[in-house]
């Protein structure tokens, strides 16, 4: 009897130990799937999608005047008179500002009167000539004495021209830099003088690209200024060699700037349109990893857990890229129109990693995007 009932408990036993283990695994089952759950990366997506691209060359370089000089003076003297306003445009040939003149133009004055009776005493020996009064030589040397005489003046007028400052050019003058009474000595600059319409930009471009630029093509330019504006002109001319050190060629575009909204100095981004437009795939730059393999994006794919439901999970891809506009950049190779890429949250993914998409924040991906003020 006491056997039996010791047989019946060790039966007893194992059987509540089978049953706890059945129950002890499908706890364990329900953690491992929610710790699983709880380690999907949370990430953001967008659709690749075919778009008209229109490959362009960019480069930058600072704005010039098509004219521009600082304007200064040839001698040295105290500031007498000062006739311009900073910031006006000028005519060609405006006075700007005078020196003293001191007795430059008494000196003026007696060589002028010098000159005069030199003209008139060869006017009369001319005459005495005619009648033979005088002798050949008398002409002669009086026609050398009125040479002298206009040459002195005309070196005094000089003289005093170089106490007088003229806009060389027409244009729009800057910030004055002297005041009346002033001591300039030669070669201070007085104001500088800018033409403004048109502007030029020297910006440079990879030697390699000399086979697609050409005088005559069409250039856009753009300025932190004057955000989401394009500027448009034409390629004028490039440098007859390249930079030896930087093997970049140097192009030049003029820009009509009528309302002078373009000032010399600024940078500039300069883009030239390069063959005909192309269908390309895009995607937002923040798609693409880059690392020393190459650049690659994660492509999210579906596929069923063990009980057949559906999971988002992400495979790498490696792509060619192609050139950029604002925040989108092309692909050459490796992803076609349709595909669903990740473009927040790549740090987080591996190869076949699970994730859970939420796109309830827009990113970025706008061919021309305007710089917000915040």
Do not use: C
Request: net charge neutral.
């Amino acid at each position: 009897m006491l056997r039996l009932f010791l047989m019946l408990l060790v039966v007893g036993l194992l059987a509540a130990a089978l049953i706890g283990f059945h129950l002890f695994k499908g706890h364990i089952l329900k953690q491992v799937t929610a710790g699983i759950q709880s380690q999907q990366a949370t990430v953001s997506t967008t659709s690749a999608v075919l778009q008209p691209w229109q490959p362009t060359l960019t480069g930058v370089g600072s704005l010039r005047a098509s004219t521009g000089a600082d304007l200064s003076l040839e001698t040295s003297g105290v500031v007498d008179e000062i006739d311009f306003e900073s910031g006006r445009d000028v005519k060609q040939g405006t006075v700007l500002l005078r020196l003293r003149p001191n007795d430059d133009p008494a000196k003026l004055a007696q060589l002028q009167a010098t000159a005069s009776l030199d003209e008139i005493t060869y006017k009369r020996d001319l005459q005495q000539l005619a009648a033979q009064g005088v002798a050949q030589s008398t002409v002669d040397t009086d026609v050398g004495n009125l040479k002298a005489a206009r040459a002195q003046v005309a070196a005094q007028q000089a003289l005093m021209n170089e106490k007088v400052v003229r806009a060389p050019f027409s244009g729009r003058l800057g910030v004055r830099q002297v005041d009346v009474g002033q001591y300039l000595a030669a070669g201070t600059t007085v104001v500088t003088l800018q033409a403004l319409d048109p502007m030029l930009l020297d910006f440079y471009l990879p030697q390699q690209v000399r086979g697609q630029i050409s005088v005559g093509q069409t250039a856009s330019v753009s300025v932190d200024a004057y955000p989401g504006k394009t500027f448009t002109g034409t390629v004028t001319s490039m440098n007859s060699k390249v930079d030896t050190s930087s093997r970049m060629l140097q192009i030049r575009a003029s820009f009509a700037n009528p309302d002078g909204a373009l000032l010399p100095g600024m940078f500039a981004t300069a883009s030239v349109a390069s063959g005909a437009e192309q269908s390309l795939v895009t995607i937002p730059q923040t798609a693409v990893t880059y690392n020393p393999y190459g650049s690659l994006v994660y492509v999210v794919h579906e596929r069923k857990d063990a009980q057949g439901r559906p999971q988002a999970s992400v495979r790498q891809q490696f792509v060619t890229t192609g050139g950029t506009r604002g925040d989108q950049v092309s692909i050459l190779k490796g992803l076609k129109a349709g595909d669903v890429v990740v473009t927040a949250g790549q740090l987080k993914l591996h190869n076949d990693a699970l994730v859970q998409i939420d796109n309830s924040v827009k990113l970025p991906n706008d061919a021309a995007p305007v710089p917000q003020d915040h």
